[in-house]
């Protein structure tokens, strides 16, 4: 059946794969496969806050 926005997370099927993640509006990330089970990701709180982290993960120096 085609589910409503407000029916679709108490879903027998929805709730056996964890297809919604805490609130019922926030669907769980995708893909997901077989024995693996995602988290949610924090996004930055403010613009670049993780840049020079990710800058040092592909081996770019910072200069500043």
Known sequence: ?????????????NRAR?????????P?????YSGHAPGLR?????????RDRVLADWGVSVGR
């Not at 059946?1 to 099927?13: D, K, R, S, Y």
């Not at 993640?21 to 926030?26: F, R």
């Not at 924090?42 to 993780?50: F, I, L, Y």
Request: no cysteine; aromatic share 2%; hydrophobic share 30%.
């Open 1 to 13: 059946p085609v589910l409503g926005l407000g029916e679709a997370p108490a879903h027998p099927h």
């Open 18 to 26: 964890s297809t919604f993640a805490g609130s019922p509006e926030q």
């Open 28 to 32: 769980a990330p995708g893909p997901r």
């Open 42 to 50: 924090d996004v930055p709180t403010e613009p670049d806050a993780e």
